[in-house]
Structure formats: structure tokens, C-alpha cells
């Protein structure tokens, strides 16, 4: 069964930090580059960080040096992390996490519920 569960947003001041979490259950999802997404609202869903099956990362430049993505693997499941620093008013956003995959291709694919970031003071 393919599954996306996404955890770990909240309420946060600026400068804090948060860790998100998302299990993604299925051999799909094992045996491909994983990414975390957000979208804002008004705004489109955008790519903010992901990772290749073999450790690979690559960041939007608005991320770099404060985000930090990373993956383990249990049986048929992959837990994606997001490790969030020194957050700012404009990371505020639902997060999701998914395949790898290109924007044109968004609307075709199933998403999980998100988990919701918020910063503010």
C-alpha cells in the first residue's frame, strides 16, 4: 500500500528551529529520490529539498545552509527528514513530502495531508 504521512510542523518564531518527518510507505518510494515540497498559500508548490536513494542532496537556493534533508529505510518504508533552521516568516507553508519529480507532473500524483509550518512572532 503506497502511503504518505507527513509530521512534525507546528508553531515556531523566527530564527527557531523545527524537524519534519514523513513516512512514505511502498517500494516505490524506497527505491526513488525522495523531496520535500511546501506551498504557500496564493502560491504554487515548490521543491525545497531532496535526496537521492544513494544520499544525494541538492536545495532551493532560499533553503541552503538552514535546511538539511535526509532518509532511513525500514522493510518497505522510507522516513524522509527535514531539519529546519534559523526558519524565517517566509517559510511558512504546508510541507509535503513525495517522489522526486518534475512541477509539470505535481497535479498527476497522489500527496499525503501535509503538515503545516508556521513563523512567527
Known amino acids: 500500500q503506497v502511503q504518505l504521512v507527513e509530521s512534525g510542523g507546528g508553531l515556531v518564531q523566527p530564527g527557531g528551529s523545527l524537524r519534519l518527518s514523513c513516512a512514505a510507505s511502498?517500494?516505490?518510494?524506497?527505491?526513488?529520490?525522495m523531496g520535500w515540497y511546501r506551498q504557500a498559500p496564493g502560491k504554487q508548490r515548490e521543491l525545497v529539498a531532496a535526496?537521492?536513494?544513494?544520499?544525494?542532496?541538492?536545495?532551493a537556493d532560499s533553503v541552503k545552509g538552514r535546511f538539511t534533508i535526509s532518509r532511513d529505510y525500514a522493510e518497505n518504508t522510507v522516513t524522509v527528514y527535514l531539519q529546519m533552521n534559523n526558519l524565517k516568516s517566509e517559510d511558512t507553508a504546508v510541507y509535503y513530502c513525495?517522489?522526486?519529480?518534475?512541477?509539470?507532473?505535481?497535479?498527476?500524483?497522489?500527496w499525503g495531508q501535509g503538515t503545516q509550518v508556521t513563523v512567527s512572532s
Open positions: 513525495n517522489k522526486h519529480m518534475r512541477a509539470t507532473t505535481y497535479g498527476y500524483n497522489n
Open positions: 511502498g517500494t516505490i518510494f524506497v527505491i526513488s529520490a
Open positions: 535526496i537521492t536513494s544513494g544520499g544525494t542532496t541538492t536545495y
